[in-house]
């Protein structure tokens, strides 16, 4: 971890309002480096950092899909668990005023409005995973328990490699 000062951002304030033991993990941010960068500064396996996407449906109703870093959502999949014609990425400016936070550091904890929140089920039998800590070059490594006892958000199946 680098010297730099650990962020205190809304995700980190839930999670400590939660009594949640997570670790912090400064990197060196890469603009459009993704999963592939953290997990490497990290020298952990992208398969256990988590992104956090913000997506909308056809009606434009913003919801979160928590997925493994090396694998995609299937929206086609999601759209048909969820019951809607269609799911696509927010635009970042759409995503960033759902969430409160700048993409490429949005985390899934301290969002600026609860959203619907859908986590990829296989996410859980990982022993440990990282996620975004609220800014840029920053994320937090916790138990997937913790993620849904905080969020409780609804487990699907919809990765594509």
């Known amino acids: 971890m680098s010297r730099e000062k650990v962020p205190v951002t809304p995700a980190v304030r839930q999670l400590r309002a939660a009594g949640v033991d997570f670790t912090d993990h400064l990197y060196q941010?890469?603009?459009?480096?993704g999963t592939a960068v953290s997990a490497r500064e990290l020298?952990?396996?992208?398969?256990?950092?988590?992104?956090?996407?913000?997506?909308?449906?056809?009606?434009?109703?913003?919801?979160?899909?928590?997925?493994?870093?090396?694998?995609?959502?299937?929206?086609?999949?999601?759209?048909?668990?969820?019951?809607?014609?269609?799911?696509?990425?927010?635009?970042?400016?759409?995503?960033?005023?759902?969430?409160?936070y700048q993409v490429g550091g949005t985390s899934p904890f301290g969002m600026r409005k609860p959203l619907p929140m859908y986590m990829e089920r296989s996410i859980i039998q990982l022993p440990r995973i990282y996620v975004n800590g609220g800014r840029r070059g920053y994320l937090v490594g916790l138990r997937p328990a913790d993620v849904v006892a905080i969020l409780r958000p609804t487990l699907v199946s919809v990765a594509t490699e």
């Not at 941010?29 to 480096?33: A, I, M, P, V, W």
């Not at 090396?70 to 999601?78: A, C, M, Q």
């Open 29 to 33: 941010y890469e603009d459009r480096g």
């Open 43 to 100: 020298d952990v396996d992208e398969h256990s950092v988590v992104k956090t996407l913000v997506m909308e449906d056809d009606g434009r109703h913003p919801l979160v899909v928590l997925m493994h870093g090396d694998r995609e959502v299937s929206t086609r999949e999601l759209a048909r668990v969820l019951g809607v014609k269609t799911i696509r990425p927010c635009s970042p400016e759409t995503a960033n005023r759902h969430s409160g």
